[in-house]
């Protein structure tokens, strides 16, 4: 069945560590897009891509890093310049850009900690 | 620019009552909206959503909304909850890129 992977669920990360969120689509759809989940905030938007080796930013970017080499692959990086990594990511992937009238995929989300 | 305003961060319904829940957007033109569902530690799944066409749209689960463009709104409602209801829901409006309310957690009382 077509989807998306993320992984892994569950993240530890160190003060000044940097550490990598991994988010794999099977479902050949061309945008896709990092999320943040706080209790009480909804999801904010961190980084999107709709085109291979494109991507823009989000209304939350500072501190994170993405790339997009692949169609199926955008790989979310969280370093030590975020301040306040703790939270539920979560990845999504559309075939339309903007999500339009086509609404997104979600994957299950990784919940990092900082320890 | 597009927003979304959830009234209620938290609905408690009796199991067989009705759910309602409440949503209005802000857009310069005719928006897509949609609702979507969160159980814990899970990522979002679309539960409905409106494009064009009939103003009353129905989804899974036995949910449906009604987008009143004169009240600007796009209220969620299903006839009678079941325990299984108990989740997050997500209204959602998309111009340029897809603009989330802050979310209203549904709980059930058997």
């Known amino acids: 069945d077509g989807g998306i992977t993320q992984s892994p669920k569950y993240l530890f990360r160190k003060e000044g560590q940097n550490v990598t969120l991994s988010c794999e689509q099977n479902?050949?759809?061309?945008?896709m897009y990092w999320y943040r989940q706080d209790p009480g905030q909804g999801l904010r938007l961190i980084y999107y891509?709709?085109?291979?080796?494109?991507?823009q930013k989000g209304d939350i970017a500072e501190g994170y890093s993405v790339s997009r080499e692949k169609k199926e692959s955008f790989p979310l990086t969280v370093t030590s310049a975020q301040k306040n990594p703790t939270a539920f990511y979560l990845c999504?992937?559309?075939?339309?850009?903007?999500?339009?009238?086509?609404?997104?995929?979600f994957g299950s989300g990784t919940r990092l900690t900082v320890v | 620019a597009q927003s979304v305003t959830q009234l209620g961060s938290h609905v408690s319904v009796s199991e067989g009552a009705l759910v309602l829940l409440r949503c209005n957007y802000s857009?310069?033109?005719?928006?897509?909206l949609f609702w979507y569902v969160q159980y814990p530690n899970q990522g979002l799944q679309l539960l409905l959503k409106?494009?064009?066409?009939?103003?009353l749209v129905k989804g899974i689960n036995g949910f449906e909304a009604e987008f009143k463009k004169s009240e600007t709104s796009f209220h969620l409602t299903k006839p009678s909850a079941h325990m299984s209801d108990a989740a997050e829901y997500f209204c959602?409006?998309?111009?340029?890129?897809?603009?989330f309310g802050a979310g209203t957690r549904l709980t059930v009382k058997p």
């Open positions: 999504a992937s559309s075939a339309g850009t903007g999500g339009l009238n086509y609404g997104y995929t």
């Open positions: 479902l050949n759809h061309d945008a």
């Open positions: 891509s709709q085109i291979v080796n494109d991507f």
């Open positions: 857009s310069s033109v005719p928006p897509y």
């Open positions: 409106y494009t064009t066409g009939a103003t």
């Open positions: 959602a409006v998309s111009q340029n890129d897809m603009r």
